[in-house]
């Protein structure tokens, strides 16, 4: 049983997700207007706040959420301290991540509208660009870093939303040598070097999560699907092992991937990505 307490300004009425390093907690508060309001607050795990390193990794998630402005990353609202603890405050979503519609309701997903899943990817491209676009300490790409089926929320609008920028501050300050996220989703080559990895470090997840939203982990299937051969080669470029031809350029496999969407058929897109979101799981 959650026994809600307060968080400066918040009544922290439940908790949302627990992870490694940090939680996610639901808070109410009344705003200008004398609304009651519900928003999202991440703050670091009370038994790890005192490491100084992921306190130094907690402020720059805050620094960066705060200069992000695209409509699939939450939205800021303010951090500081309460309690003597450090907390950010943003936009509370609601909706189903894709990794459980993968796994939890995979009929849902694979018996889906093919080009329903390119929208959800070519967005995702879209949001990975509007971070490639800013920069870090030394002039570094920031670069998300950790795109998978986790981290990517089907909202309850039917909207494709991208999670979780504590590693992409990381990137953009120093990697040291260690490649941080979901190892499935990178590169295979970047093994080989992680001192600087480049935008494929983000556009390779997509292709991989398309082929996923398309047939399970088997890309040979996803392939035979009857997809479009332009389609097929856009796949097989996102997803190249060697990282000759993967995109070094996200903006660019967001446009090559809304070649394939008719404009007027969005509108039924966003329903039917809306019922998938709404579904009991």
């Not at 809600?4 to 207007?33: I, N």
């Not at 992680?194 to 040979?220: K, Q």
Request: proline share 7%; hydrophobic share 40%.
């Amino acid at each position: 049983m959650f026994i809600p307490f307060q968080l400066g300004r918040y009544t922290v009425t439940d908790r949302v997700r627990v992870g490694g390093m940090s939680e996610v907690l639901e808070g109410r508060f009344v705003d200008e207007e004398g609304d009651l309001a519900r928003i999202a607050l991440k703050r670091p795990l009370p038994e790890a706040s005192p490491d100084p390193r992921l306190m130094v990794m907690f402020w720059e998630e805050c620094a960066l959420m705060e200069r992000v402005h695209h409509p699939a990353f939450p939205r800021f609202i303010e951090s500081g301290m309460a309690g003597g603890q450090p907390y950010m405050a943003m936009e509370l979503l609601r909706g189903r991540r894709l990794r459980d519609l993968l796994t939890a309701r995979p009929e849902d997903t694979v018996g889906a509208n093919p080009a329903t899943w390119v929208l959800v990817a070519a967005e995702i491209a879209e949001a990975a660009h509007s971070l490639h676009e800013l920069q870090g300490e030394g002039g570094r790409t920031i670069l998300h870093g950790d795109i998978n089926p986790s981290n990517i929320l089907i909202d309850t609008e039917g909207r494709v939303r991208l999670l979780d920028l504590g590693i992409a501050a990381g990137i953009a300050r120093s990697l040291n040598g260690v490649l941080p996220g979901h190892r499935l989703y990178h590169p295979p080559y970047l093994a080989l070097d992680v001192e600087r990895p480049d935008v494929d470090l983000d556009t390779y997840p997509i292709g991989r999560i398309l082929v996923e939203c398309f047939a399970g982990d088997d890309a040979s299937v996803a392939m035979r699907r009857g997809l479009p051969e332009t389609l097929v080669t856009v796949l097989s470029n996102a997803m190249d092992p060697g990282g000759l031809y993967v995109y070094k350029d996200a903006a660019q496999l967001a446009r090559d991937l809304r070649s394939f969407i008719r404009e007027d058929r969005i509108p039924e897109m966003r329903r039917e990505l809306q019922a998938l979101a709404l579904a009991t799981p």
